[in-house]
């Protein structure tokens, strides 16, 4: 994901980012939920809630990810 301005280099990455967690949410919920009851729409509808920043989020809060994170980065990062 390359290039030379490095901002377009991550826009990649959290596309590419958005597009697996994506696949790996619907890859779970697929099977786990009756297609009689949840049609095409309602799983999208689930799968976008799932996959929501508020979501992900409220995960990363529950595993301590915040904490990790500031404890793991250099001490000369702000």
Do not use: M, N
């Not at 890859?27 to 939920?33: A, E, I, K």
């Amino acid at each position: 994901s390359w290039t030379e301005r490095r901002a377009e280099s991550y826009e990649r990455l959290a596309l590419l980012g958005d597009s697996v967690l994506g696949l790996s949410v619907t890859t779970h919920l697929f099977p786990l939920l009756d297609a009689e009851t949840y049609g095409a729409g309602r799983l999208t509808k689930i799968r976008a809630q799932a996959v929501s920043g508020r979501s992900c989020r409220a995960v990363a809060e529950r595993l301590g990810l915040p904490e990790r994170l500031r404890t793991a980065a250099p001490d000369d990062v702000a």
